[in-house]
């Protein structure tokens, strides 16, 4: 069998392509870190099968980063058959950086260079034959978005797989070369690849020198020899060098024709990343996804405009919107503006698992315990989730779109400028924003971090990016809040709570710790382009599989435990309970409930209701809508205050996530930090929940004087954190 890797610089295409290949749809992420671990899919197109392994993104083989370990070893040790090496030709300099050492290595080598779709755009060429001759490897051009010369490329690399290959080194020709030869002289019979040892070896490459403890002392002794050079004895520096010098020098000409100016995508990145407006943009972006998504009444036409729409006519049943008035009968009823496409869709859902639940009704005899399991325990249990599956993915395919686009690269990049300032790293975010789809693998991303206590940190924040899950308890909420508030607004305040608490709660943790030093971060930032539709379809597919897979196993599961505990008494011989409020699952929830007393949500009637809705949560964070829809708590029961909405959706945002989430940053986590993360996340939520639910109660007695405290308060804690952590700093230097 044939295998085949991809080895290139993050963001120069590799999943992309690796897709393509392989029919497989693997996560193309905009920023670095998304690939951590490598991943394998075959290639059918030939008689024989290929084995295609796509590798996490690399800058160089030293092994230095998690990336650059996971890389260099496979190529290395498990000896492919063949590396195509995939190239940014939007950013040649770069990357060939990456491919001079890649031919070091015994193994043959195709260079494919990606993106020609924006080059051929701007009217830029590169000389491939140059470009194949300098290195004596075949050069294809393709793109790997479009689907161009990949067919090309699979036939150059199949024929390559089957060679042999020395090899080869820029270096020859420069100062080091007489060294790298030398070091080449003594292990070409000892060991594999012997010309990239040898110059690892010349680098003071650490591991190399411990291997070769006499050699390196011989080359250590003939660097002696030679005369100054400008980078104090630092080879590793002088060979880096030696190699752009080299790049630079001989690729120039390889452009016959480049466009020295501003591309199109500078040009939208001078506004979108300017160093003020950036982060108000990107607000105002977000603002947008969530007012398409959740606003019942859009534009503000009703608000802002004054048009008013009656529930009677064609119209309104069209906006899904209609049923409801059908149901009011008499009509007249004045709705509160023209829905969102989200809440549009969402009614529309509601109306069909509605009509389903209905005729299950009809037809099954009144009375008997599976009408009460089908009926008011899976099937209601599983329409509540449903019917705010519409939204989600409308909210995933906005996300979706401005990923695709290369949007999300850039609030990377800005959230590092600002997270700088605290003396935190940008790289730890790239995770965090993976955290808006799911905990799991945000958590598993975490690994690109060096640093175990960064990494700690970063885990204990993530399921602060409310996640997928999470989102139907937000748009129920939303609804419930719609009728005294704007659904929009407060979803969209969810959101922005959740990054605000994980930006302060990373302050404090930082200014407790005793590590400083922010480690560089580097980024390519990819063109802008259209989103491509088969990504953003393979996406949402992929989202709605996982939620069908999920709602049918542990979704499911934990919908008949919460029917039989709440439609049987602790003598559940004696058949089915008439009253809910003499359940199991009642008398349990009244105790346990007042752990919630203080939070607003534990009190009252239904308290245990929303205590049992919490406790379900930590199965799957769906399970909260299916569980309060079985007890009974639907858009028009749900009679909290407020302020005990807003505290019982924080409560839930920043507890234990699901057990999936739990078991990943236990395996992720350090063992000690694992514990200090459950202690943070059951403490965390409770005291935001409290002061959300007093502060609110508050604001809602004395409502201008709570907003001025409020905001009082946010600055000061951002300033504190400014403050210590300069201080800290300031110390520490
Ligand atoms: P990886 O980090 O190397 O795995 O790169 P990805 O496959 O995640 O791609 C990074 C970005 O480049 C994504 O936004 C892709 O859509 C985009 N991209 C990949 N290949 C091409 C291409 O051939 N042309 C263009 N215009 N964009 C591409
Ligand atoms: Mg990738």
Same mark, same amino acid.
């Not at 749809?25 to 870190?33: K, Q, R």
């Not at 859902?349 to 315990?369: C, K, R, Y």
């Not at 809910?580 to 699952?585: F, G, K, N, T």
């Given at each position: 069998m044939i295998k085949i890797c991809l080895a290139g610089n993050p963001n120069c295409g590799k999943t992309t392509l690796?897709?393509?290949?392989?029919?497989?749809?693997?996560?193309? &992420?905009? +920023?670095?870190?998304?690939?951590?671990?490598?991943?394998?899919?075959?290639?059918?197109? $030939?008689?024989?099968?290929? #084995?295609?392994?796509?590798?996490?993104?690399?800058?160089?083989m030293s092994p230095y980063t998690p990336e650059e370990v996971v890389s260099r070893n496979y190529i290395l040790d498990e000896k492919p058959n063949c590396v195509i090496n995939i190239v940014d030709a939007t950013n040649l300099e770069r990357n060939l950086y990456l491919t001079t050492q890649l031919l070091e290595i015994d193994v043959p080598v195709v260079v494919a260079l990606n993106m020609m779709d924006i080059l051929k755009k701007n009217n830029e060429t590169i000389d491939i034959k140059a470009l194949s001759e300098a290195f004596k490897v075949p050069v294809v051009e393709i793109s790997a978005l479009k689907d161009e010369g990949l067919d090309d490329l699979m036939k150059v690399a199949y024929g390559e797989a089957k060679k042999v290959r020395k090899g080869t080194t820029i270096l020859e020709k420069t100062t080091v070369g007489s060294l790298v030869r030398e070091a080449y002289n003594e292990l070409k019979t000892s060991v594999s690849s012997p010309l990239f040892h040898a110059v690892k070896l010349v680098e003071n490459d650490e591991l190399e020198c411990k291997d070769h403890p006499e050699l390196a002392k011989r080359i250590s002794d003939m660097k002696s020899k030679l005369p100054e050079d400008d980078f104090e004895g630092d080879y590793e520096a002088i060979i880096a060098n030696e190699r752009y010098e080299y790049i630079g020098k001989n690729f120039k000409h390889t452009f016959v024709k480049f466009n020295e100016g501003l591309t199109k995508s #500078?040009?939208?990145?001078?506004?979108?990343?300017?160093?003020?407006?950036?982060?108000?943009? $990107?607000?105002?972006?977000?603002?947008?996804?969530?007012?398409?998504?959740? %606003?019942?009444? /859009?534009? &503000?036409?009703?608000?802002i405009f004054g048009l008013e729409i009656t529930s009677k006519g064609w119209f309104n049943f069209f906006t899904g919107m209609g049923y409801d008035g059908a149901i009011e009968e008499e009509g007249?009823?004045?709705?509160?503006?023209?829905?969102?496409?989200?809440?549009?869709?969402?009614?529309?859902?509601?109306?069909?698992?509605?009509?389903?639940?209905?005729?299950?009704?009809? /037809?099954?005899?009144?009375?008997?315990?599976?009408? %009460?399991?089908? !009926?008011?325990?899976?099937?209601? &249990?599983?329409?509540s989730i449903f019917s705010f599956i519409p939204q989600v993915l409308l909210l995933y395919l906005f996300v979706s779109i401005l990923e695709d686009s290369g949007y999300m690269a850039r609030v990377a990049f800005i959230m590092d400028r600002a997270f700088r300032k605290f003396g935190l790293s940008g790289k730890a975010f790239i995770p965090l924003l993976m955290g808006f789809g799911c905990s799991v693998p945000a958590m598993l991303a975490t690994k690109t971090l060096e640093d175990e206590k960064e990494? #700690?940190?970063?885990?204990?924040?993530?399921?602060?990016?409310? !996640?997928?899950?999470?989102?139907?308890?937000?748009t129920l909420l939303a609804a419930v809040v719609a009728g005294r508030f704007l659904g929009d607004v407060f979803v969209f305040s969810i959101y922005i709570l959740g990054i605000a608490i994980a930006i302060i709660a990373a302050i404090i943790m930082k200014v407790f710790s005793k590590n400083y030093d922010v480690p560089p971060f580097i980024m390519e930032l990819p063109q802008y382009h259209a989103p491509q539709f088969k990504n953003l379809m393979v996406h949402l597919w992929e989202k709605f599989k996982h939620f069908i897979y999920k709602a049918s196993t542990i979704i499911m599961a934990a919908i008949i435990v919460i029917?039989?505990?709440?439609?049987? %008494?602790?003598? $559940?011989?004696?058949?089915?309970?008439?009253?809910?409020? %003499?359940?199991?699952?009642?008398?349990?929830?009244?105790?346990?409930?007042?752990?919630?007393?203080?939070?607003?949500?534990?009190?009252?009637?239904?308290? +245990?209701?929303?205590?049992?809705?919490?406790f379900t949560g930590l199965i799957a964070k769906e399970d909260v809508v299916g569980t309060m829809a079985q007890l009974g708590l639907v858009e028009g029961t749900i009679n909290l205050s407020n302020a005990a909405i807003y505290s019982f959706a924080a409560y839930n945002l920043f507890t234990l996530p699901c057990f999936a989430a739990v078991s990943t940053a236990k395996s992720e986590s350090s063992k000690k930090g694992f514990l200090v993360t459950l202690a943070w996340w059951l403490a965390l939520s409770y005291i935001v929940a409290l002061i959300i639910y007093w502060l609110g109660t508050l604001l809602e007695a004395v409502l201008w004087l709570g907003s001025i405290v409020i905001v009082v308060i946010v600055l000061l804690v951002i300033l504190l954190g400014f403050y210590v952590s300069k201080k800290k700093r300031a110390q520490i230097a």
């Open positions: 690796f897709n393509s290949l392989t029919g497989s749809t693997a996560h193309v &992420g905009n +920023w670095p870190g998304v690939t951590v671990e490598k991943r394998e899919g075959s290639y059918r197109k $030939f008689d024989e099968k290929i #084995d295609i392994v796509d590798l996490p993104g690399i800058y160089s #500078d040009k939208i990145d001078k506004v979108l990343t300017h160093k003020i407006w950036s982060i108000p943009i $990107f607000l105002l972006i977000m603002f947008v996804v969530f007012h398409f998504t959740f %606003s019942e009444d /859009f534009l &503000g036409l009703n608000k007249e009823a004045i709705l509160s503006g023209i829905p969102s496409l989200g809440v549009f869709l969402q009614s529309w859902m509601g109306f069909l698992t509605g009509s389903i639940i209905d005729l299950f009704n009809s /037809f099954l005899p009144e009375g008997a315990w599976y009408t %009460s399991l089908i !009926c008011d325990g899976i099937l209601t &249990g599983i329409d990494r #700690d940190v970063t885990i204990r924040i993530t399921p602060f990016f409310s !996640c997928g899950a999470k989102a139907p308890i937000w029917w039989f505990l709440s439609n049987f %008494s602790w003598d $559940f011989w004696n058949g089915m309970v008439d009253d809910i409020e %003499s359940s199991i699952l009642a008398s349990v929830g009244r105790v346990v409930r007042y752990i919630f007393y203080p939070l607003g949500f534990g009190s009252g009637a239904d308290g +245990w209701k929303y205590t049992a809705a919490t």
